[in-house]
C-alpha cells in the first residue's frame, strides 16, 4: 500500500463501511437506552481522554445534537474543581484516583446515562469512571476499538477494560495504534478512530431522536447558534435542564 490521501480515503471509506454494518444492532441497543433516559428527564453525559475528547465534543452542545447533554473532560479538575493547572498532563488520564472527583464534580442525577470513549479502553481514569457509573446504577455505552483493546493489557488495578464494564459496546473498528497506512521502517499514518466515532455518536444520536418521535415526542435538538433564532430556540431547551449541562468549558 502505497502512502497517500487518495490511500487514506479508501482505508477510511473501507472501515466506515464495516463499522455500519457490524455496529447496527449496537447502534440501535444504545440509542434505546439512551432514548430511555431522556424520555424520564435523564442527561447523557460523555466523557473522553485524549483525541477521544473529540467524541465527547460530538455528542454534547453542537447542532442537531441533543440538548440534555454535558460533556465531562479532565481539565474539569482545575476549571471546576480548583486544583492547579500543573495537575493536567498526558498520563493523567492513567490515574484512577481523578475518576472520583470528576464524577463528583458533574451535575448527575440518578436517570442520567454515560457515554464513555476511549480507542484502547484500558486507562486507568476511564476504566475507573467506567467503574463508578455502573456502580451508581447508570447505564453506560462505551465506544471503544476492540481490536487495540484486545492486544492491551489494561492499566486499571482490577485488570478490567471499559468494555468489560459498558452495557453496550461500539467498536470504532480502529486498528492497532489507529493509524492505517503503514510507513516503509515502521510506524504508520492516517488514523481513523475520531472518524469512526464520530459516525457511532451520531448515527446513535439519529436513532435516539427516532424513538422520541416515534412515540409521539418533540425531541430536544439544537439549531445551530449561527442561524437566525438558533440561540433562542436553544435557550428555551437548555433552560429545561437549568444547572443539570454544561457549555463552554
Do not use: C, W
Amino acid at each position: 500500500m502505497t502512502v497517500s490521501a487518495e490511500d487514506y480515503l479508501a482505508v477510511v471509506t473501507e472501515t466506515i463501511g464495516q463499522v455500519a454494518a457490524s455496529q447496527r444492532e449496537a447502534v440501535g441497543r444504545a440509542a434505546d437506552l439512551i432514548a430511555e433516559a431522556v424520555r424520564a428527564d435523564g442527561v447523557v453525559h460523555a466523557f473522553g481522554t485524549g483525541h477521544s475528547e473529540a467524541l465527547a465534543m460530538e455528542i454534547a452542545g453542537r447542532a442537531g445534537g441533543l440538548v440534555p447533554t454535558n460533556r465531562i473532560a479532565l481539565r474539569d479538575l482545575v476549571l471546576l474543581g480548583g486544583e492547579p493547572a500543573d495537575r493536567l498532563g498526558p498520563l493523567l488520564e492513567r490515574d484512577p484516583s481523578v475518576a472520583h472527583r470528576l464524577y463528583e464534580l458533574a451535575p448527575v442525577r440518578p436517570t442520567d446515562v454515560f457515554v464513555l470513549a476511549s480507542n484502547s479502553g484500558v486507562n486507568g481514569a476511564m476504566v475507573e469512571f467506567a467503574t463508578l457509573v455502573k456502580e451508581r446504577g447508570h447505564g453506560l455505552v462505551a465506544i471503544t476499538s476492540a481490536q487495540h483493546s484486545g492486544r492491551m493489557t489494561s492499566r486499571h488495578p482490577s485488570g478490567r477494560k471499559l468494555s468489560d464494564l459498558a452495557d453496550v459496546v461500539l467498536d470504532n473498528g480502529a486498528p492497532y495504534g489507529d493509524a492505517t497506512l503503514p510507513l516503509p521502517g515502521g510506524g504508520a499514518v492516517g488514523a481513523v478512530s475520531s472518524i469512526t466515532a464520530a459516525l457511532l455518536a451520531q448515527q446513535v444520536t439519529v436513532e435516539v431522536v427516532a424513538r422520541l418521535l416515534a412515540a409521539g415526542e418533540r425531541p430536544p435538538v439544537y439549531l445551530s447558534a449561527n442561524i437566525p433564532d438558533g440561540d433562542a430556540h436553544n435557550n428555551e431547551l437548555e433552560a429545561r435542564y437549568a444547572g443539570r449541562i454544561r457549555r463552554g468549558s
